[in-house]
């Protein structure tokens, strides 16, 4: 069993940063990559970035330049860096374990709690 910890969120005004952390614990040997997700009141969760184990990464076209995704892989911890914030990246953002497939990043774990990411204007 995999459990999924998200923590770094918090309020911060538009233009600023914060750093969000996942910690994967349990039967963690099975997850080759992790996505970084968000949602949106009354939007459908999205995609934010991914990375492999191997430190390949890949990025919404909404965050590009502004987030960066980082692993540990010795302490299976996987951050986000995000900067330049803007009240759209307003979202509970989640952290899952998957995999890639032709080059696809896909979600096979279950999910963590979130974290509440508020940008205000």
């Known amino acids: 069993q995999v459990q999924l910890v998200e923590s770094g969120g918090g309020l911060v005004q538009a233009g600023g940063s914060l750093r969000l952390s996942c910690a994967a614990s349990g039967s963690t040997s099975g997850i080759s990559a992790f996505g970084w997700y968000r949602q949106a009141p009354d939007n459908q969760r999205e995609l934010v970035a991914s990375i492999s184990r191997g430190g390949r990464t890949n990025y919404a076209d909404f965050v590009k330049g502004r987030f960066t995704i980082a692993i540990d892989n010795d302490k299976n911890t996987v951050n986000l860096q995000m900067n330049s914030l803007k009240p759209e990246d307003t979202a509970v953002y989640y952290c899952?374990?998957?995999?890639?497939?032709?080059?696809?990043?896909?979600?096979?774990?279950?999910w963590g709690q979130g974290t509440q990411v508020t940008v205000s204007s």
């Open positions: 899952n374990g998957g995999t890639y497939v032709s080059g696809r990043y896909y979600s096979t774990y279950p």
